[in-house]
């Protein structure tokens, strides 16, 4: 090979790592993503900077915490400062696409750099929004049908919403992102430029619905709903608790439970589908061994866990943790797995590493181990929030009941400012803090810490972070997060308002 490689990077939005039955899933088999795990590495310990989808879409590409890029809340996308991947892939001669959903890049400048770009999100095509570069391989008014139930999803409880329906596999989101990617891999016969593609699916994420061809696949019988955690159980903080009284379907019928996790994980399958027609298409294109192809998500799910269906502001596993495979033939170990928690921010650092090209200073990330020299790291972190004002049980109770995607709905721009929450995990353990003190006359538990012995206790059930014998474990990981706060702070000064160099002159302060 004598250019630059090709890159691949597949994602799912809200797809946790357990969804897949590489990750230790019984019900939901996906062979596509087994296949890439052969021929490439698997990390089994993969978290994001942020469980919400744009935080973590532009803390990958940045290869920057959230806190370092102000990209906290999904109203704050890439900010026109940052150098990020695609940046660097066109000033080094790539053809460039993205194919799904964005959720990242908003300014017009960012967007200049895709030469392909086909935006489509849950509910189908954007408004405003066209594609460029490339039209639709389906008839728009064929999109359109097939997100129709998405846009106007039964309710089976107050927190509680999924669908199975009979529209064209092919129209969906997940069916479109596949063919269209295929297609432009086809029509670049002519193009002698490598290429880096974002390949952006936007299931398994919320609405839960699948087309009958998926939901077949994964029966509600077969689908095993996690453990629960125990009526005394230590308690949680307050923020916990009220996306618990947001987002609880425990008290639902657990058929009605068991089927809406069912469908979250056909639109897995679904999406795994997709991925193998991809590589399919690389295989017959003769690309396969000129692409490195990396598969991730942005952040997880509950799908059932601690009695909850979709996202939030907490840290377990199941929100943070996610697939990670980076494959690239007879260059990255063969069916390798590596074990030490890495993070999102890392998948640039180590593309640009494979592709032999240079490494913008500010990224903060590091190469993965294994699918390159670097040595493997003890920890990783995560973190979520913008400094907000807390939303408490109490502002919870005064909205209009009964409680659920509605009172979640009205409350999750609050919800997603709030605190500044922040998360240690080890392989065997995981702390969670937030440094913004308590809401004044609020509940003493919203300062909570978390701790969690994750060998022992895989689903984060008992809360051991007040537990006296457990000290040492949580001042050392506080340490760690400490250290990573600082060694992670902009090192950008940020501007002073004109009158104040003059205000400090004339004071004589020196503070």
Not at 15 to 33: D, E, I, Q, R
Not at 184 to 198: I, K, M, T
Not at 219 to 226: D, N
Not at 323 to 339: C, D, K, Q
Request: charged share 25%; net charge negative; proline share 10%.
């Amino acid at each position: 090979m004598t250019r630059l490689p090709n890159v691949l990077v597949i994602m799912a939005d809200q797809m946790k790592a357990t969804a897949s039955h590489l990750y230790g899933n019984t019900f939901c088999h996906t062979p596509a993503l087994e296949r890439l795990a052969r021929a490439g590495t698997l990390f089994t310990t993969a978290i994001t900077p942020q469980p919400l989808c744009v935080p973590a879409r532009v803390a990958m590409w940045t290869s920057r915490w959230p806190h370092a890029t102000g990209a906290r809340l999904n109203e704050t996308p890439m900010p026109p400062d940052q150098e990020h991947a695609f940046r660097v892939w066109r000033g080094a001669g790539y053809a460039t696409a993205l194919i799904g959903k964005d959720h990242c890049f908003a300014e017009a400048d960012d967007r200049a750099l895709f030469d392909v770009r086909c935006p489509i999100g849950h509910e189908g095509l954007p408004p405003d929004d066209e594609p460029s570069g490339m039209a639709w391989v389906r008839p728009v008014d064929a999109i359109e049908a097939a997100h129709a139930t998405r846009r106007a999803m039964p309710r089976q409880g107050p927190a509680l919403s999924y669908a199975v329906s009979d529209v064209d596999p092919a129209a969906t989101s997940t069916g479109l992102v596949t063919d269209q990617t295929i297609a432009w891999l086809e029509g670049r016969s002519a193009d002698a430029r490598p290429f880096a593609a974002w390949v952006s699916y936007p299931d398994p994420h919320t609405p839960y619905e699948v087309p009958r061809r998926w939901a077949d696949t994964v029966p509600p019988e077969s689908v095993e709903l996690p453990p629960q955690p125990a009526a005394d159980a230590p308690p949680l903080p307050e923020r916990t608790r009220v996306l618990k009284r947001l987002l609880d379907v425990s008290q639902e019928d657990e058929d009605e439970v068991r089927r809406a996790v069912a469908v979250y994980h056909a639109q897995v399958r679904a999406v795994d589908d997709g991925v193998g027609r991809i590589l399919d298409a690389l295989d017959g294109l003769g690309l396969t061994d000129d692409t490195i192809v990396v598969f991730c998500a942005d952040h997880g799910d509950f799908a059932g866990e601690h009695g909850m269906t979709r996202k939030g502001g907490a840290f377990y596993d199941c929100l943070v943790r996610v697939p990670l495979i980076v494959s690239w033939p007879g260059r990255v170990p063969a069916g390798a797995v590596e074990e030490s928690p890495v993070n999102l921010i890392d998948v640039v650092p180590t593309l640009l590493r494979l592709q032999g090209l240079p490494r913008p200073a500010a990224m903060q990330g590091e190469p993965l181990a294994t699918v390159t020299d670097a040595a493997p790291r003890t920890a990783t972190f995560s973190e979520y929030g913008a400094g907000g004002a807390p939303c408490t049980l109490a502002d919870v109770e005064a909205l209009e009941r009964p409680h659920g995607l509605e009172a979640a709905k009205a409350t999750l721009q609050w919800r997603e400012a709030e605190g500044r929450r922040k998360m240690v995990r080890t392989a065997a353990w995981k702390y969670v803090t937030d440094p913004v003190g308590p809401a004044p006359g609020g509940d003493a538990a919203r300062d909570l810490d978390e701790l969690y012995d994750l060998a022992h206790d895989p689903h984060e059930l008992v809360n051991l972070a007040a537990d006296p014998a457990h000290a040492g474990r949580v001042a050392e990981l506080r340490r760690l997060l400490l250290e990573w706060a600082v060694a992670t702070e902009d090192h950008r000064p940020l501007p002073l308002p004109p009158a104040a160099p003059r205000r400090l002159a004339s004071t004589g302060s020196s503070s």
